[in-house]
Nanobody
Framework: QVQLVESGGGLVQAGGSLRLSCTAS????????MGWFRQAPGKEREFVTA????????????YYADSVKGRFTISRDNFKNTMYLQMNGLKSEDTAVYYC??????????????????WGQGTQVTVSS
Protein backbone atom coordinates (compact mmCIF):
# COMPACT_ATOMS: atom_id res chain seq x y z
CA GLN A 1 0.00 0.00 0.00
CA VAL A 2 1.29 3.43 -0.94
CA GLN A 3 0.03 6.69 0.46
CA LEU A 4 0.50 9.90 -1.50
CA VAL A 5 0.26 13.37 0.00
CA GLU A 6 0.25 16.48 -2.17
CA SER A 7 1.16 19.96 -1.03
CA GLY A 8 1.99 23.36 -2.48
CA GLY A 9 -1.29 24.39 -4.04
CA GLY A 10 -2.72 27.85 -3.63
CA LEU A 11 -3.86 31.05 -5.27
CA VAL A 12 -1.57 32.75 -7.77
CA GLN A 13 -1.93 35.45 -10.38
CA ALA A 14 -1.72 34.66 -14.05
CA GLY A 15 1.90 34.46 -15.14
CA GLY A 16 3.02 33.37 -11.70
CA SER A 17 4.57 30.13 -10.48
CA LEU A 18 3.84 27.37 -8.02
CA ARG A 19 5.63 24.18 -7.07
CA LEU A 20 3.62 21.15 -6.05
CA SER A 21 5.08 18.28 -4.08
CA CYS A 22 3.90 14.72 -3.72
CA THR A 23 5.43 12.65 -0.95
CA ALA A 24 4.97 8.90 -0.93
CA SER A 25 5.16 6.37 1.86
CA UNK A 26 6.92 3.09 1.35
CA UNK A 27 10.40 2.00 0.36
CA UNK A 28 9.86 1.28 -3.34
CA UNK A 29 9.13 4.80 -4.53
CA UNK A 30 11.77 4.67 -7.24
CA UNK A 31 10.10 1.68 -8.86
CA UNK A 32 6.79 3.48 -9.36
CA UNK A 33 5.63 5.27 -12.44
CA MET A 34 4.44 8.67 -11.22
CA GLY A 35 2.14 11.23 -12.71
CA TRP A 36 0.20 14.45 -12.18
CA PHE A 37 -3.38 14.82 -13.23
CA ARG A 38 -5.84 17.66 -12.77
CA GLN A 39 -9.57 18.08 -12.65
CA ALA A 40 -11.45 21.32 -13.13
CA PRO A 41 -15.08 21.70 -12.04
CA GLY A 42 -17.43 19.96 -14.43
CA LYS A 43 -14.59 18.36 -16.37
CA GLU A 44 -12.99 14.95 -16.47
CA ARG A 45 -9.67 14.28 -14.84
CA GLU A 46 -6.93 14.95 -17.37
CA PHE A 47 -3.30 14.01 -17.75
CA VAL A 48 -0.75 16.71 -17.04
CA THR A 49 2.65 15.04 -16.88
CA ALA A 50 4.35 11.78 -15.91
CA UNK A 51 7.78 10.50 -15.08
CA UNK A 52 9.01 6.97 -15.51
CA UNK A 53 10.32 4.79 -12.77
CA UNK A 54 13.97 4.04 -12.29
CA UNK A 55 15.38 1.26 -14.46
CA UNK A 56 13.12 2.24 -17.31
CA UNK A 57 14.79 1.34 -20.59
CA UNK A 58 13.09 4.06 -22.56
CA UNK A 59 15.10 7.06 -23.61
CA UNK A 60 12.13 9.25 -22.77
CA UNK A 61 11.70 9.69 -19.05
CA UNK A 62 9.08 12.42 -18.89
CA TYR A 63 5.86 13.13 -20.73
CA TYR A 64 3.77 16.29 -20.88
CA ALA A 65 0.34 17.26 -22.10
CA ASP A 66 0.58 19.71 -24.97
CA SER A 67 -1.19 22.34 -22.89
CA VAL A 68 1.64 22.50 -20.34
CA LYS A 69 4.74 21.82 -22.43
CA GLY A 70 7.37 24.45 -21.92
CA ARG A 71 5.68 25.75 -18.76
CA PHE A 72 5.56 22.79 -16.36
CA THR A 73 8.43 20.56 -15.26
CA ILE A 74 8.12 17.23 -13.48
CA SER A 75 10.91 15.79 -11.39
CA ARG A 76 11.44 13.25 -8.65
CA ASP A 77 13.83 12.75 -5.78
CA ASN A 78 13.92 9.04 -5.04
CA PHE A 79 15.91 9.57 -1.86
CA LYS A 80 13.19 11.81 -0.46
CA ASN A 81 10.31 9.74 -1.89
CA THR A 82 9.02 12.95 -3.40
CA MET A 83 7.83 14.06 -6.80
CA TYR A 84 7.59 17.70 -7.83
CA LEU A 85 5.68 19.74 -10.35
CA GLN A 86 7.15 23.14 -11.10
CA MET A 87 4.50 25.28 -12.78
CA ASN A 88 5.56 28.51 -14.46
CA GLY A 89 3.62 30.90 -16.63
CA LEU A 90 0.35 29.86 -15.04
CA LYS A 91 -2.87 30.60 -16.87
CA SER A 92 -6.45 30.78 -15.69
CA GLU A 93 -7.15 27.55 -17.53
CA ASP A 94 -4.66 25.79 -15.26
CA THR A 95 -7.10 26.22 -12.36
CA ALA A 96 -8.00 22.78 -11.07
CA VAL A 97 -7.47 20.28 -8.32
CA TYR A 98 -4.13 18.62 -8.96
CA TYR A 99 -3.63 14.97 -8.07
CA CYS A 100 -0.49 12.92 -7.94
CA UNK A 101 -0.67 9.28 -8.89
CA UNK A 102 1.59 6.26 -8.72
CA UNK A 103 1.66 2.81 -10.22
CA UNK A 104 4.07 -0.10 -9.68
CA UNK A 105 3.37 -1.98 -12.89
CA UNK A 106 5.62 -2.05 -15.92
CA UNK A 107 2.60 -2.13 -18.20
CA UNK A 108 0.01 0.57 -18.72
CA UNK A 109 0.05 3.99 -20.25
CA UNK A 110 1.46 7.08 -18.62
CA UNK A 111 -1.53 9.25 -19.60
CA UNK A 112 -4.65 7.27 -18.65
CA UNK A 113 -5.95 7.72 -15.08
CA UNK A 114 -7.11 4.10 -15.03
CA UNK A 115 -3.49 2.97 -15.34
CA UNK A 116 -2.55 4.39 -11.94
CA UNK A 117 -3.30 2.42 -8.79
CA UNK A 118 -2.59 4.96 -6.09
CA TRP A 119 -3.82 8.53 -5.79
CA GLY A 120 -3.33 11.47 -3.48
CA GLN A 121 -6.14 13.54 -2.04
CA GLY A 122 -5.52 16.48 -4.37
CA THR A 123 -4.43 20.06 -3.91
CA GLN A 124 -6.25 23.10 -5.26
CA VAL A 125 -4.50 25.42 -7.69
CA THR A 126 -6.33 28.63 -8.52
CA VAL A 127 -4.98 31.08 -11.08
CA SER A 128 -6.56 34.51 -11.10
CA SER A 129 -6.55 36.55 -14.29
Amino acid sequence: QVQLVESGGGLVQAGGSLRLSCTASGRTFSSYRMGWFRQAPGKEREFVTAIKRIYSWSATNTYYADSVKGRFTISRDNFKNTMYLQMNGLKSEDTAVYYCAADPRSSGTYYHPGDYEYWGQGTQVTVSS
